[in-house]
């Protein structure tokens, strides 16, 4: 079994460095890549609703802020953070940092936060209750999150009841 684990970790090894020598986009210079994904993740929308079927607790979707709809599930949008591991360790908390979350079901979003670890949440800095006539933004206390779940369900749904 020893001998497996050492030979996966050299395959990995290997396969790290042959993408970092052959990737056009790796070559690039880290900071010229953070521009990138910053660019990136600031244009993106990420709308938290209601499940769509019975197997799932919440539902995204991704659209650019000019309300073109890029992917059907926000998980796809996020592809670039599960292309490799180099870019899911560059990437992974700056979607968190940069990208729109727009809150539909005050329950689907307190599941969407209970899938993110200790750093993307901490990375969360507001959130915008859909609204009919405008969204509303709020600001995200990650205090209230992890300290009292019940009065931070609470909080976000009184702000989605709060329709025009």
Same mark, same amino acid.
């Given at each position: ?14 396969? !790290? !460095? ?5 990737? =056009?986009?790796?070559?690039? =210079? ?14 993106? *929308?990420?709308?938290?609703?209601? =499940? ?9 979707? &991704?659209?650019?802020? &000019? ?9 796809? #949008? ?15 908390? $700056?979607? %968190?940092?940069? #990208? !729109?979350?727009? *809150?539909?079901? #005050?329950?689907? %979003? ?8 200790? #750093?993307?949440? &901490?990375?969360?800095?507001? %959130? ?15 205090? $209230? ?20």
């Amino acid at each position: 079994m020893r001998s497996f684990t050492l030979a996966r970790n050299a395959n990995k090894s290997c396969s !790290t !460095t042959r993408n970092q020598q052959l990737s =056009p986009f790796l070559r690039l =210079p880290a900071e010229v890549r953070n521009q990138i994904y910053t660019y990136y993740f600031q244009s993106l *929308v990420i709308d938290i609703c209601a =499940p769509t079927s019975h197997a799932r607790k919440y539902s995204t979707c &991704s659209y650019d802020k &000019s309300g073109q709809s890029l992917l059907n599930y926000g998980a796809n #949008a996020c592809a670039l953070t599960r292309a490799c591991r180099q870019l899911s360790a560059e990437s992974r908390l $700056l979607l %968190f940092q940069f #990208a !729109t979350l727009r *809150v539909e079901d #005050a329950e689907a %979003f307190v599941y969407f936060l209970g899938d993110l670890n200790a #750093a993307q949440l &901490s990375c969360i800095k507001d %959130f915008y209750s859909v609204r009919v006539a405008s969204d509303e933004r709020h600001s995200f206390n990650l205090r $209230l999150y992890t300290r009292e779940k019940s009065s931070f369900f609470m909080y976000v749904r009184n702000s989605l009841s709060k329709r025009l």
